[in-house]
């Protein structure tokens, strides 16, 4: 695996944090050292402590409160983190869309990812015309790998259910349903954005996340979510935490200092209720 280099690397831990200051329990999150982003360190004891025993509005604040600051690393220093490190699952330099999976080698950073437009660039499962902005932009927590045309494709659609496509991703007449991504128009005849099957939980535990941290008593603009909330509950259900996606969410504490608790704690989602 490409490791960033200590140029790279003291940058990014001189960033100065997002919002008013950290907890103590994410001022050095453990394992992490000063040359590199690899090590993945897991969720003190006590991280969720304030949560315990609440629901709805109650948890929804205290959630807020406990992940919500974070180091900023530049939208560049996410990506070279993301590609370079984050999503290089094997250690191999090969990292994949998640929308397709569609394997890209030889890859260092987000430049080398690209490859001149053949090759991956950065989703917002948070669309960045909707308020993934400043901070946002950089949040790993929604940040994935994706194919340039996908993402394209994707733009800035609602995710939903497909009741009648018109794109799939990738375009191969073998592929079964569920393996492959899709654009379309769901049962309300509204354009949607359907993830294979494998990636469905990741999108709604990264949309709560975001909502979470900067839609609730925030800015930004919930017209998707308004529409998708449900649909993201029941992939949620469908689509369960996996190994992967822990690795992903210990890896990007060590990077930025904060968490995705519907990872941590899937129940945190039927806990909250109604998330607006």
Not at 113 to 141: F, R
Not at 230 to 245: F, G, N, Q
Not at 247 to 269: E, H
């Given at each position: ?6 140029a ?30 690899s ?6 004891a ?18 807020k409160?406990?992940?919500?600051k974070?180091?900023d ?6 990506r ?35 490859k ?61 349903s ?16 359907e ?16 909502y ?56 945190f ?8």
């Amino acid at each position: 695996m490409k490791r960033l280099n200590l140029a790279l690397t003291g940058l990014l831990m001189g960033t100065l944090l997002v919002g008013c200051g950290m907890p103590s329990a994410l001022t050095a999150p453990q394992g992490t050292n000063s040359s590199s982003f690899s090590v993945r360190a897991s969720a003190p004891a006590d991280y969720y402590r304030d949560a315990q025993g609440k629901t709805g509005m109650a948890l929804l604040s205290t959630l807020k409160s406990t992940v919500s600051k974070h180091k900023d690393l530049g939208y560049s220093g996410a990506r070279d983190v993301m590609f370079g490190d984050l999503d290089d699952d094997q250690d191999n330099n090969v990292v994949d869309c998640v929308y397709t999976g569609m394997e890209i080698k030889n890859v260092i950073d987000s430049s080398s990812a690209y490859k001149n437009g053949a090759g991956l660039n950065t989703e917002h499962t948070w669309p960045q015309s909707l308020g993934a902005t400043g901070a946002a932009k950089a949040d790993l927590h929604h940040l994935f790998p994706t194919d340039v045309e996908t993402n394209g494709a994707r733009s800035s659609h609602p995710f939903g259910d497909v009741a009648k496509s018109t794109h799939l991703f990738p375009e191969f007449a073998f592929m079964t349903s569920g393996n492959q991504s899709v654009l379309g128009v769901d049962a309300q005849g509204r354009t949607v954005f359907e993830p294979r099957d494998v990636h469905k939980g990741n999108v709604a535990r990264a949309i709560f996340y975001f909502y979470t941290v900067y839609g609730f008593q925030g800015n930004a603009d919930l017209s998707n979510f308004r529409m998708e909330q449900e649909v993201l509950k029941k992939w949620h259900t469908l689509d369960p935490v996996d190994a992967s996606e822990r690795k992903r969410n210990d890896g990007i504490y060590s990077a930025q200092g904060n968490r995705n608790p519907f990872i941590d704690n899937p129940a945190f989602i039927e806990a909250v209720g109604k998330f607006n």
